[in-house]
């Protein structure tokens, strides 16, 4: 309905509105209300009401510029072309809920933030050595306060917290001074500001592997933090068998194997069963793809990773195919590779 409101008092035809009002209906609600999406509802509404309100103003400006013989058909043609479009482009906004990072300063270019260890609140600074999984970091989201995060180790579990301006690590208690909001400078670089001493920000001062803390001072490059995702994913379209039977004049039976679920290539054991899914979940909101095909991978990667044992995350199966007479049959598959810097 907000959709229909925005373009209710514009000057065009009835038609118009109309169309863009079934657009938003007919597309986000399917969707986007489905049980697959409870978790990323509202990302979805977004982003597919967006994209339609994206198209209807499209639609408007070539009105408007009297284009003549543009009829409902061809409107509609252009509106779903450009539907699929900003669909996948809009997922290349980096999805911080929930997700995890390797967090780069930006004016060290080379440090990331680390916990050393759990023997004492001090034990968080940077280091310039490989990755590891002590490195990265989960921004698990306030229930009520929006924006703020907690930011915990995927290693250790610990928590950053600001004590009144010092930086310290900590596994006891929720307080809000563990809290923090991130304020964008681009390219996926981000001010971390303490949601309580609002004034501090997270800061590396020096090339020491201890030099970090926060400053409550102007802002500088040392202050700037490039977010790397866990993991990230590339999407692609398999042909599982490809078989022409126009020639023919009878149907054709094909058998063939179908590999579904997650296959990994490392041989070390998964750590943290719960952060590896959501990590790959947050990865597939990033890709470039549709929501329904966002909404398949979604639904593939909590399906698999319920099962306890890596060995059952994934089955190959035989599945028939018969070939119309006369019809040029192709099966595709949609398969994605995720990758991360961090071993295991």
Known sequence: SSVYAVYGSSRIPQWYDAVVYRSWYEQCIPQCMSSVYAVYRKQCIRRCTEAVVFNAEYGKQLYQRRVRGLRLQHFEMIRLTLLAVLIGSAA???????????????????????????????????????????????????????????????KYGWRIADRFGDLIIYNGNYFDDQLFKLIPHGDNYYEIKSCRHTVDSLAKFDNRDKGVGFKARREHEDQHWKFVPRHTGAVRTETV???????????????????????????????????????????VEYMAVSATVAAEFHTEIETTTTHSTESSWSKTESISFTIPAGKNYKVMQHVVSFSSPVPG
């Open 92 to 154: 290349s906004a980096l999805v911080i809920d929930n997700n995890s990072f390797i967090l780069y300063n930006k004016y060290y270019y080379k440090s990331k933030l680390v916990q050393f260890g759990t023997g004492h609140e001090n034990d968080l600074g940077t280091t310039d050595g490989d990755v590891d999984s002590n490195q990265v970091w989960i921004f698990d989201p306030h229930p009520t306060q929006t924006g703020c995060y907690y930011i915990e180790n995927e």
């Open 241 to 283: 068998f490809h078989y022409d039977n126009r020639q023919g004049s009878y149907p054709i039976t094909k058998s063939y194997e179908v590999t579904k679920g997650l296959i990994r290539s490392s041989s070390s054991s998964v750590r943290n069963l719960i952060t590896l899914t959501l990590s790959l979940e947050a990865s």
